[in-house]
C-alpha cells in the first residue's frame, strides 16, 4: 500500500507532535507500507521519514525547487527517491499519484490545505482513497468542529463525515489502514 503524510515542516511546541510522526513512520514501515511525502529533512516531515527509513520501509519525498533551494525545507538527502518538483502543484499531483491512503498529522497552512483539497477531490469522487486524520492531544478537535458547524448552516452533506477517520493513537494506524474505506459514495455525475 502506498501511503501519503501530510503534515508540518515544523517540530511543533508539543513532543507528542514528533512522537506521534514517529510513531506512523514506524507503523507504515511495519506494515509494509511505502511513505509518501513532502519531502523535508526537518520537523515533522523528517521525523516521520526517519522512523519509516530505520523500520526499513521505502520512502518517497516531493520537495518543490523553491522551498528546497531557499532551505525553507531543506530536502531529505536519506530517502529511496527525492522528487524534485517545480512548484507546489505538481508536488500535491505527484504525491497524490498512486497513492492508497493518505494520512494527515499536525501541521500548519500547508497541512490544512492539503488535507481540505483532499477531502474535496474525494467528495468530488476524483479519488476512493482513505484519509485518516491522526488526532495528538486533539489537535484536529477545531476542524472537525468545524466540519460539523459547515454541516449544521447546510454548507455540507452529513454523510461527508464519512471521508475521513479521526484516530487519536497513532499505534492503530496499522489495523485502521486495513479498515478504512471512504463511507461517501460517488455524486450521481461520476460513472
Known sequence: MRVCVFCGSNPGVDPAYRDAAVTVG??????????????????????????????GGRVIGVIPRFLDEAQLEIGHRGLTELHVVENLHARKA?????????VVLPGGLGTLEEMFEILTWAQLGLHRSPTILVNVRGFYDPVLAMIDASIAAGF???????????????????????????????????K
Not at 94 to 102: C, H, I, L, R, V
Open 94 to 102: 505527484k504525491m497524490a499519484e498512486g497513492t492508497d491512503a493518505f
Open 156 to 190: 455540507m452533506r452529513a454523510e461527508n463525515r464519512g471521508l475521513y477517520v479521526a484516530i487519536t493513537d497513532p499505534t492503530t494506524l496499522r489495523r485502521t489502514l486495513a479498515a478504512a474505506r471512504v463511507t461517501t459514495p460517488p455524486p450521481k455525475w461520476i
Open 26 to 55: 514506524a507503523e507504515l514501515a511495519a506494515g509494509g507500507h511505502e511513505l509518501v511525502y513532502g519531502g523535508a529533512a526537518v520537523g515533522l516531515m523528517g521525523a516521520v521519514a526517519d522512523a519509516a527509513l530505520q523500520g
